[in-house]
């Protein structure tokens, strides 16, 4: 499934999300997009419940692959994106893998996907592919990511359905 932490209408990081997400149909999976923003703000902050961020939770729980993409704010990633792992519940990543893709206006802070995501995906349990993305602004033109963008999403789905195909994750539904 993948998850869009990004508040953008227009955001690359979705782009790249959607393309990841194509590419795992093509390579059998069900998909699901969460998009963050599009979510009431109160419950994502913890205040009340919502029947559409509970649906995320749950859907985000039941997946065996997970996408994340989000822009880089302040050198890591997005409030949203945050706000919204800190819903799941301790170890509820357990056996999936995470795809992190994360969006920055420069090189500088591409170690968001390293020093940010990666952590992030491990303190809740999940194995994270070694082939993180991560993008600049530069890498877009008129909306559309370049061709080494593209190839380089496509590795790192190929990575997560392998290390899926393989067990090595351990159980959960697939995707
Ligand atoms: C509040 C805010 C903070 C940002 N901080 C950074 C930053 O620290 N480093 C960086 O390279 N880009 C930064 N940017 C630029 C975005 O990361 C960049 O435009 C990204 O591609 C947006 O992704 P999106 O289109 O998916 O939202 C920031 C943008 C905003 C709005």
Known sequence: MGI?????????????????????ATGGAATQMVDLAGLPADPLLGRGASGPVAAA????????????GTPVY?????????????????DGLTGK???????????????????GMRPLFASLGAAVVAGG???TSSQFQNGKPAPELVRAVDRAVAEALALARAGLSGSGAFP
Do not use: N, W
């Open 4 to 24: 869009s932490g990004s508040p953008s209408a227009t955001s690359k990081s979705r782009i790249l999300v959607e393309h990841a997400l194509a590419r795992l």
């Open 57 to 68: 939770v749950a859907a985000t729980i039941g997946a065996r692959i997970i996408v994340a």
């Open 74 to 90: 302040r050198a890591t990633y997005s409030g949203l994106l945050k706000v919204f792992f800190d819903l799941l519940p301790q």
């Open 97 to 115: 893998i995470g795809v992190p893709i994360v969006t920055g206006h420069g090189a500088a802070h591409s170690l968001a996907v390293d020093h």
């Open 133 to 135: 993305v991560y993008a």
